[in-house]
């Protein structure tokens, strides 16, 4: 009975994100464009997201993450330091609750008249809070890609929607504690260019 329930669920988890892409894209294509800042940019970015599904264990478990990034953006590309706190609630029986930190560099790119951004960040996380055999502070590697988010110009920022980024999480080299989830998130974004 669960299996019957819970498939249309992850199935509908699984293609909104999808969905929503392509929905931007066309949204960007129709010529909603922000101006392009002349030389380099420095900005801030705080952002909030959530994923209900973990892929790895094909399973509902809720995570939610809260980040920051700040970089400097050259026209239409970029470098950025990526910080982020991630909780994951109700991972297994063996490990209830999870939290890590990840710190990382990474690179972007603006497009459709930056409009569109997609970014990936590979860096170190660590366990601030584990259950069972995992020990807090065992530390690891992840992987952030964002592929496609839009932007929306605001006052005197821009506010970023994420329909989808992926995020594998293995905060641990010697045990089989890996996540990998697909997050829908927003942000809001500061800039100051020169």
Known sequence: MAFVILYPVKTVVRLTPLFFCLLL?????EGQVTPEAQGAQLWLQ??????PLD??????VQRLS?????????????????????????????????????????VEYL?????????????ATSLTRAAG???????????????VSVRFPVASGVVEF????????????DSELEMYSNFIGISYEWGHGD
């Open 25 to 29: 894209m066309t949204y960007a294509a």
């Open 55 to 60: 892929t790895k264990t094909d399973s509902l």
């Open 162 to 173: 994420f329909p989808i980024y992926i995020d594998i999480s293995v905060p641990t080299h």
């Open 66 to 106: 809260a980040g920051l990034q700040t970089g400097i953006r050259f026209q239409t590309w970029g470098l950025f330091l990526h910080l982020e706190m991630h909780r994951s609630i109700g991972y297994d029986r063996v490990q209830p609750d999870i939290e890590l930190i990840q710190v990382g560099p990474g």
């Open 46 to 51: 705080a952002h909030a997201a959530g994923s």
């Open 111 to 123: 497009w459709g008249g930056h409009t569109l951004r997609s970014s990936v960040s590979i860096g």
């Open 133 to 147: 055999e995992e020990v807090a502070g065992h530390r690891g590697w992840y992987i952030d890609l964002r592929p």
